[in-house]
Structures are given as structure tokens and as C-alpha cells.
């Protein structure tokens, strides 16, 4: 099974594809890298296009959450599936309140708050001084950002997204440190996923659906 394109999406993107008519999935794999094994990874075809399909937290409900999701394994094993190229879906939720729940936003930047996650595959080996001047593909962002301005709806082509551990929410208090530091995005998934892409020469963009607004950005009941 091998492809140029791959997806990588959260919990029920597998479903939206298939309801929605986004091709037909033809065969499904998990590899065994040297890091563990892959979660599933899907072949699609849409008339002349076929691309891979890999959900992060499993295709039924959110059976792995963020922390625990083996993004190694993930990355590896779309490199040895040919992949050179990653559209990655997210649904984080809103710390800059210019933008609005509904929104799309190409994220441009990382604010990497996680601990303890595998981070590089040179662990005890190699250089890895990556640079990381631009974390999330230029080429990519572009090609997302005329591809979103065609739907008419609400999009941004760039924010910083802020990735904390989880699995809990973030505090009010976290949710102020991170708009000092000029976050706009906060999620659980794109670090260190974003990371091990650069580090195997895979160009990699993720478009970010805008869930909720974070803790103490709006007032809600208790």
C-alpha cells in the first residue's frame, strides 16, 4: 500500500469520509515499525485520486487520547508507505477571540506545552537539529488556504497553535499564560506529530475546525 497523500484526522473523521463520499475505501493495514504498531491506515480512491487515511485516536469514538497516541509508529509508518506529503485535521478550541466556533484556521506556528511525549526519532543518535523556522509546510498552507477561500466560509490562513499535554482541559490561569505568549489555537495532537514529520523530510500542514472557546475566554456557567 503506498501513496504521496496522506490525512491524518481525529476522532469520527474516519466516518465523515465514508458518509460523505469522499472515495471508496479500498484496503486497510497497520505496520509494525520500529517503534510499535501504526494505527490502521486506509487506501482511498476518489475517481483518478487515491490517498492514505490514518485516525490518530482509532476509527471508533476516541479510544486513544492524545497523550497515549504513538505518533511515532504513526509518522514511520506513512514514510514507509511513500507518503511525502500530510494534510492533518484538528479540532482545538479558541484562546484569541477574533476568531469565532465554526471557523477554519491554517496554523503557521507551535507552542509546544506537552511533557514526556516521544518527541524524535534520534533518541541516542544522529545530530536532529532541526530547524524550525517554519514548522507547518509553506506550500501546503498555500494550497489549504485557496482550497478554503473557495467554500465561502470562515477561515484563517495562520494562527499559533498552543499544544499542551492533556488529557485534562486547561486551566483559565493556562489559557491567560498562553495568550501572553501569543497563542491563538490550543489542542493535544499536532506535537510532537508535526515535529517527527520534519524530521523525515515529509512535508506536513494541518487545518485546524474551531470547537469551543477555551477555559475563562467566555463566561460559562460552572
Given at each position: 500500500m503506498t501513496d504521496k497523500f496522506a490525512i491524518i484526522g481525529g476522532s469520527g473523521a474516519y466516518n465523515l469520509l465514508k458518509d460523505e463520499g469522499f472515495g471508496v475505501d479500498?484496503?486497510?493495514?497497520?505496520?509494525?515499525t520500529p517503534f510499535g504498531e501504526?494505527?490502521?491506515?486506509?487506501?482511498?480512491?476518489?475517481k483518478d485520486i487515491s490517498f492514505l487515511f490514518l485516525s490518530r485516536h482509532g476509527e471508533n469514538g476516541y479510544e486513544v487520547s492524545a497523550p497515549f497516541v504513538n505518533y511515532r509508529a504513526n509518522i514511520w509508518?506513512?514514510?514507509?508507505?511513500?507518503?511525502?506529503?500530510?494534510?492533518?485535521?484538528?479540532?482545538?478550541?479558541?484562546?484569541?477571540?477574533?476568531?469565532?466556533?465554526?471557523?477554519f484556521v491554517i496554523p503557521h506556528d507551535i507552542i509546544d506545552e506537552?511533557?514526556?511525549?516521544?518527541?524524535?526519532?534520534?533518541?541516542?543518535?544522529?545530530?536532529?537539529?532541526?530547524?524550525?523556522?517554519?514548522?507547518?509546510c509553506i506550500e501546503i498552507r498555500d494550497a489549504l488556504s485557496k482550497a478554503?477561500?473557495?467554500?465561502?466560509?470562515?477561515?484563517?490562513?495562520?494562527?499559533?497553535?498552543?499544544c499542551t499535554q492533556g488529557p485534562r482541559l486547561e486551566t483559565a490561569a493556562e489559557i491567560r499564560k498562553y495568550k501572553i505568549l501569543g497563542g491563538d489555537l490550543v489542542g493535544m495532537t499536532l506535537v510532537p506529530e508535526a515535529f517527527l514529520a520534519r524530521e523525515l523530510e515529509m512535508c506536513y500542514a494541518s487545518v485546524c475546525y474551531l470547537t469551543n472557546y477555551a477555559e475563562g475566554v467566555e463566561n460559562r456557567s460552572y
Open positions: 479500498l484496503e486497510c493495514h497497520k505496520l509494525f501504526s494505527a490502521s491506515i486506509h487506501r482511498f480512491r476518489d509508518a506513512l514514510k514507509e508507505c511513500g507518503v511525502e506529503r500530510i494534510i492533518s485535521w484538528s479540532g482545538p478550541g479558541i484562546i484569541n477571540q477574533k476568531y469565532s466556533v465554526g471557523d506537552t511533557r514526556g511525549r516521544e518527541y524524535t526519532f534520534f533518541n541516542g543518535t544522529g545530530i536532529g537539529f532541526i530547524r524550525q523556522s517554519h514548522p507547518f478554503l477561500k473557495e467554500t465561502k466560509g470562515n477561515y484563517h490562513d495562520e494562527g499559533v497553535y498552543v
